[in-house]
């Protein structure tokens, strides 16, 4: 991921004045997603429920936690800069407390989730919200 912190990435996504907007700033930040290998692409790291193939990757180090993810779709890569955005450098206590769902409600997204993405993105907070890393 680049150097994009939360604030920057809702201060982005905030400015957009229309839909195509909205769209073109993801389309931009997918851009930015780091891709996952091929070894990280794998059945046990694929989140389930998800219209496109995304797929999860959790690192902890000194307590905190790092997630990688990549999707076959662009839409869903840049939505994903946003969910790592939000969660990546905590700990998964702090992740287990927080509303991600609300958090995420103010990035200007809900023109993007359909009934079926939106069911992937619940999908993807439960995994990192999970108690056991070994789950995803």
């Known amino acids: 991921m680049t150097d994009l912190n939360c604030d920057a990435i809702q201060a982005r996504l905030q400015a957009c004045t229309s839909k195509e907007a909205t769209f073109k700033e993801l389309v931009s930040l997918s851009k930015q997603l780091k891709r996952l290998t091929d070894a990280d692409k794998i059945e046990e790291n694929k989140v389930k429920g998800c219209e496109s193939a995304v797929w999860l990757v959790e690192h902890q180090n000194n307590g905190l936690c790092t997630f990688q993810a990549d999707s076959d779709a662009k839409l869903m890569r840049g939505v994903l800069m946003v969910i ?6 905590h700990s998964k206590a702090e992740l287990q407390q927080r509303d991600l769902i609300a958090e995420l409600s103010e990035f200007n997204l809900s023109s993007y989730l ?23």
């Open 84 to 89: 790592l955005s939000l969660v990546n450098g």
């Open 114 to 136: 359909t009934s079926s993405r939106t069911n992937g993105v619940l999908g993807i907070l439960q995994q990192i919200q999970a108690n056991d890393p070994s789950n995803l």
